[in-house]
């Protein structure tokens, strides 16, 4: 098959959950033996050099790339809020990409045009004017869910209200932009049961995020009687902002108190001025770090102290795949279709969080167990290979 995929962000370098995805997936069409064309938003956040790109990469997928402005501008959000517009999502919408899709579909035809996420979804009528092709949408989240979540936890009334008011905007947009595919592949189960439930008419198919396990290698287990906790995530991304937060302010203070030898390593790209300055004790700030994976590798426990989000968690399918032991807030685990304690520990409250370490010090084995069963899980749950399988038939299913 030859597929386009339109990306809101570049697969590489993959810098955060959401371009590991991309890029996995990427991987995996190519190593089947498929082609795949890649064209590709690239804004100050995440950049496209193909200087610093593998060769064999760009001869594979012939990337391309618009840049597109995508900082917030108060006028524009301003006349967005006006005319009752998603300015959330029409920050992505550029007449160079459109005019770029346009010319590139009038050269070459395509089997399969892949949208990664909801914010390519502005470019469907220019795609459908041009190409026959099904338009399938990878749905990495529900977006209005996220900031419906953040609105409810923000105290102040202004920032409420125009939360609030951003969800309602995107809920209606998702709901009408997921119409007017030919079909969507959720990566949780989860998601496509809240579509439905939503009144979602086109064919949906869970297919969820897919790793190559030979690229993680999880080394010998060695117990240790003072883990350290550390966190790895994008720190521009709100959802981590808000639960990280939450979880220094609420958390952490009863976690030193009762385990005081132990450290909370914090790392992740983009990290606000609230994180760089932290001076609190047994906390340490890395900022963005040159391999995640040798990150992961140092430390003992994960935390995904998660209150809003949807999709999957992409590091803690890394984090088990390389035989971490994760502890997840329920939500943060959405998608991930885990055994509690047994290859996955759930904390919702300080009070959780501190039985969880508690039974992870004390319980003799029960760091190794975990450690086990989280790689074995995502050994079975998320091969790469039968993911691509899955997607392949949900592509050939929607061309019939």
């Known amino acids: 098959m030859k597929i386009l995929q339109l990306c809101h962000k570049p697969p590489l370098p993959s810098t955060d959950g959401g371009c590991i ?11 089947a033996g498929h082609k795949v064309k890649i064209l590709t938003i690239f804004t100050y956040k995440h950049d496209l050099n193909l200087e610093q790109l593998p060769a064999d990469y760009i001869l594979k997928t012939d990337i391309e790339g618009v840049h597109i402005d995508t900082r917030i501008n108060l006028v524009d959000a301003f006349t967005a ?4 517009d998603s300015y959330h999502v029409n920050r992505f919408f550029s007449p160079d990409m459109d005019i770029k899709i346009e010319r590139l579909l009038r050269k070459q035809t395509f089997d399969v045009i892949h949208l990664e996420s909801l914010f390519m979804t502005p470019y469907i009528g220019t795609i459908k004017r041009h190409s026959k092709a099904p338009i399938i949408l ?11 979540k953040i609105a409810l936890g923000t105290k102040n009334p202004f920032k409420k209200l125009y939360l609030n008011f951003l969800a309602k905007q995107l809920k209606e947009f998702e709901l009408m932009m997921f119409n007017d595919v030919d079909g969507i592949a959720t990566i949780s189960e989860s998601d496509k049961i809240r579509m439905l439930q939503l009144g979602v008419r086109k064919p949906i198919r869970t297919i969820s995020f897919g790793i190559d396990l030979h690229s993680y290698h999880p080394g010998a287990f060695i117990p240790k009687k003072t883990p350290s906790l550390f966190h790895l995530g994008a720190m521009d ?9 939450w979880f220094i302010e609420k958390v952490w203070p009863k976690i030193h108190q009762n385990f005081p030898e132990i450290p909370l390593h914090l790392a992740g790209r983009n990290m606000t001025d609230y994180f760089k300055n932290l001076n609190v004790p047994g906390i340490h700030i890395w900022g963005e770090v040159e391999d995640g994976h040798a990150f992961i590798q140092e ?4 935390v995904v102290p998660l209150l809003s989000g949807g999709g999957i968690r992409v590091k803690i399918i890394e984090g088990m795949a390389l035989g971490k032991v994760i502890i997840s807030s329920t939500i943060g685990a959405i998608g991930i279709e885990y055994k509690e304690k047994e290859n996955l520990l759930i904390a919702d409250t300080a009070s959780e969080w501190i039985q969880a370490i508690d039974a992870l010090i004390h319980k003799e084995g029960k760091q190794e167990m975990i450690s086990n069963n989280a790689r074995s899980f995502a050994s079975t749950h998320f091969d790469n290979r039968n993911i691509t399988r899955e997607l392949i038939q949900f592509y050939k299913e929607t061309q019939k």
């Open 21 to 31: 995805a991309m890029n996995n997936l990427t991987q995996g069409l190519i190593n």
């Open 81 to 84: 809020f006006m005319t009752n």
């Open 138 to 148: 990878r749905a990495h989240n529900i977006e209005y869910t996220i900031w419906e």
């Open 237 to 245: 991304w709100e959802p981590n902002i808000e639960g990280l937060t």
């Open 299 to 302: 430390h003992d426990i994960m």
